[in-house]
């Protein structure tokens, strides 16, 4: 059996998206976009649509489960709180549809692509390219955030496919951030 998942890299001019499929042990990229906002000038307008396109896209594509990237930190608190509207009216409309939903820090996304919490989005880009064999170069970098979400989500899946039952994954949900920094870095813990 299939499992698809929604992979979502929210943004309040533009929103990644992209539809991960694994069948055994075999991955395709359903579909791999962007919905552009940069003609609308209201905020509330811009939170409309993506509310409105993200549930068009899970009635359409029909995932068992979804994946939103979280804001983490920011310059200006302004964007930062437009950004952390965009996520939440994309996990409304997952909701809204009764989906499962998991959110995601950058550092874990690229973790479980690289290897490296620290990686470029370049060097995502590749391995993406790598793992999924597709042409990744003609995709943007929301588009392409938004698969690594998927898959991101995907490793952290095991063997519950449909994502029922799991807990949500921010990194630091399965211990302290503490623990994990150390744990993901031992040569920079220093022993007196």
Same mark, same amino acid.
């Given at each position: ?11 309040? =001019? %533009? ?63 302004? %964007?930062?709180?437009?950004?952390? =509207? %965009? ?24 973790? %479980? ?60 949900? =399965? ?12 040569? =920079?813990?220093?022993?007196?």
């Amino acid at each position: 059996m299939a499992t698809k998942i929604l992979g979502i890299d929210p943004g309040s =001019r %533009a929103t990644g998206f992209a539809i991960l499929v694994e069948e055994n042990s075999r991955f395709t990229v359903e579909c791999c976009d962007v919905l552009r906002m940069d003609q609308m000038e209201d905020h509330t307008e811009r939170l409309q649509f993506i509310f409105e396109e993200i549930s068009k896209i899970i009635k359409l594509y029909k995932p068992e489960t979804c994946a939103v990237e979280t804001p983490v930190y920011g310059v200006d608190p302004l %964007a930062m709180l437009k950004l952390g =509207r %965009a996520q939440a009216a994309a996990i409304l409309a997952i909701t809204n549809q009764k989906l499962p939903v998991s959110e995601y820090y950058p550092k874990a996304v690229k973790k %479980a692509i690289t290897g490296n919490g620290n990686a470029s989005k370049k060097q995502v880009a590749f391995m993406l390219q790598k793992m999924l064999n597709i042409p990744v170069e003609k995709l943007s970098g929301d588009a392409t955030d938004a698969l690594a979400v998927a898959w991101c989500h995907y490793t952290h899946l095991g063997n519950n496919s449909t994502g029922t039952g799991t807990k949500k994954m921010h990194q630091n949900n =399965r211990k302290s951030f503490w623990a994990s920094f150390i744990e993901d870095n031992p040569g =920079r813990v220093k022993k007196h």
